[in-house]
């Protein structure tokens, strides 16, 4: 099976013509499907440094090891897809330390993201209107156009501001991020990202959320958290909730570890 088919069939979506059903349908299959996660960043970064992984071995370790990535990995490889599918993609800076994709269809652009841990479940034509916003899982997004080429992007919870971000709406390759993707495996530990584990995965009705020991499950109703003292049962419950393989998880463990940071002692 080649690897575009794989993707797809990993989404549970068959291939179409574009169009921005299409396009949100296959963003919304992703978030339920393929988890942010950190396990695979880990991993990247020891096997080949500061580099993105392709998109045949992308594809191959979310069919066999169930990872998903951070943004430059999810959103790079989702606009690889999308482009083998006939959509047309550019990349925009999110800043600080972010990326999303920039899909252009019937001379519009439209602000696509599933890199973001962020329930952002359709694509968002910025420049359509001054403001939009978007509810899930207790939260709100508000995206506010602040000029032509610059927008906020702001995530709300409880009525609180707890991440603002500046979306620069300007057409990039994959190159001109290449110093931007290098950043984000800076390995020290000013780089909160390459010093805990965290995934995030929404499925119905539930959000989970991982933060090393922590797993935090949200819906509309509530907030369930989950503390864990020993590895065995936190393996357990990854494998539950992100179908991560167990090896991944031994893999992160190990790269805290040689770095001082012991979830478990």
């Excluded at 805990?196 to 119905?204: D, E, H, M």
């Excluded at 539950?240 to 190990?254: H, P």
Aim: with cysteine; proline share 3%.
């Amino acid at each position: 099976m080649d690897a575009v088919s794989a993707y797809l069939e990993q989404l549970k979506i068959n291939r179409e013509k574009p169009s921005l059903n299409y396009l949100q349908r296959l963003i919304q299959h992703h978030l339920s499907l393929i988890p942010y996660e950190t396990f695979s960043k880990f991993h990247y970064f020891n096997e080949q440094g500061c580099q993105v992984p392709g998109f045949t071995e992308f594809v191959m370790n979310l069919k066999s090891r169930g990872w998903g990535g951070t943004c430059y990995s999810l959103n790079m490889n989702f606009a690889r897809l999308l482009e083998e599918l006939g959509f047309s993609c550019s990349f925009v800076r999110v800043l600080p330390g972010h990326a999303a994709i920039m899909v252009h269809m019937a001379n519009k652009e439209f602000y696509v993201d599933v890199g973001y841990g962020s329930p952002i479940t359709r694509p968002i034509e910025l420049n359509s209107r001054p403001k939009h916003v978007l509810h899930g899982f207790g939260e709100e997004i508000i995206f506010t156009n602040r000029n032509e080429k610059r927008f906020q992007l702001e995530r709300r919870s409880h009525g609180k501001t707890f991440v603002t971000k500046q979306i620069i709406w300007e057409a990039l390759t994959e190159e001109e991020l290449q110093q931007d993707i290098e950043a984000s495996y800076k390995d020290c530990d000013s780089n909160i990202t390459m010093r805990r584990i965290s995934a995030v995965r929404f499925q119905g009705n539930n959000c989970y959320f991982l933060r090393n020991h922590t797993l935090k499950v949200m819906n509309y109703r509530d907030i369930r958290e989950y503390h864990f003292r020993e590895p065995t049962q936190w393996k357990r419950a990854i494998v539950e909730a992100f179908r991560i393989d167990e090896k991944g998880m031994e893999e992160s463990l190990s790269f805290l570890a040689d770095r001082g940071i012991y979830l478990f002692e």
